[in-house]
Every structure is written in C-alpha cells, then in structure tokens.
C-alpha cells in the first residue's frame, strides 16, 4: 500500500508520463485572481515582462469593454499555474444584492483573491457552508448558481483574504447519457 496521499500519486504518474523537455500540468487546486485597475493591461504588461507567461483563450468583457475575466498561464518544468485577472471597476452584469457583495469583495480583497476549484460541487458547497459557520468567514457573495454555468461563492476569512469557491453544476437528469451517445 502507498504512503503517498492521492494528489502526490497523481502528480508522480503525471511526472512519469510526460516527456523530459515537456512541462507537466498538474491541476492545480487554488488560483491565484488578481483584481486591478486596468487589468487588461496589468495582463499585458505580465505577457510583456514575465518569460514563461502565455495568455489562455479569449478575454472575457462587459458591455463597457472592462475585463471580467482573463487567464495567462506560467509555466517551469514540474507544473502549469493559471492566474486570473479581473478589472477591479468591472460590472459583471450581476444582481444589486450580488453588486453589493461585490463591492465588498473590492473593499476587502486588496487586488488578490484566492481562487478554489472543486470537482466536486457537494465538497464545494459544504467546505463553504462550514467556513462561514464554523470558521468564523463572512459571506461576501452566496454559494450559489452563477451566470458563467458555475457554483460560486466569495468569503472572506478571519484574517482578511477572500476566497472564491466555484464548481461546475452537475449535469441536469439525463445530460450525462445524452452526451455519450452524441459522442459515439
């Protein structure tokens, strides 16, 4: 029986399977958000000045033309890191309730959250419901169906960092059967 928890025996097989001149991608659990003034062109000037950063897919913005989302990778020899960027100003086209929480999130994040991404939506949502009861957290935005497809929630923990807890939703009753007969 091995020693090593789960993720450490995925990344050693992950190690195993890749080519010596490749970069492994490992999955990483947390992404780091930077929220700033301008963060179209904060991400430029990374792409600009930072060697191993590459921009991933398209960016994502409001009517106003502000970036709601955009992600540069960086990469070394043991692992990709994603980094997602955000226009602290940015309208997302949310509700007032969740505009407000926004706002808050902009007050308290300082131009950094701490981005979770589950597999699970059940692991998600109670890691979230046990950080804002038992942990001492305040709610920011609620865990909750997001515009993008997502579970997502802002909390802010007991020492001032915001974090963001997204989840794919499962798939609607059926779905699941319908896409892997389209597949075959």
Not at 10 to 34: C, H, M, R
Not at 111 to 137: P, W
Request: hydrophobic share 35%.
């Amino acid at each position: 029986m091995s020693t090593k928890r789960p993720a450490e025996e995925e990344a050693a097989g992950a190690e195993k399977k890749q080519k010596d001149d490749e970069p492994a991608y490992l999955a990483l659990p947390i992404v780091p958000s930077i929220i700033s003034h301008g963060a179209e062109k904060h991400m430029q000037w990374v792409l600009d000045h930072i060697p191993t950063a590459k921009q991933m897919g398209e960016l994502f913005k409001n009517d106003k033309g502000e970036l709601m989302h955009g992600v540069i990778s960086l990469t070394n020899k043991h692992a990709t890191q994603h980094v997602y960027f955000g226009d602290a100003d940015c309208d997302m086209g949310m509700s007032e309730e969740n505009k407000k929480s926004m706002l808050a999130v902009k007050e308290y994040c300082k131009g950094l959250q701490l981005h979770m991404n589950f597999d699970d939506v059940d692991v998600a949502k109670a890691g979230f419901k046990r950080a804002t009861e038992d942990g001492n957290a305040t709610v920011l935005m609620p865990f909750e169906p997001a515009f993008w497809g997502s579970m997502f929630g802002l909390l802010r923990d007991p020492f001032g960092f915001v974090w963001a807890f997204c989840s794919n939703l499962p798939p609607k009753e059926g779905e699941g059967a319908k896409e892997e007969e389209e597949s075959k």
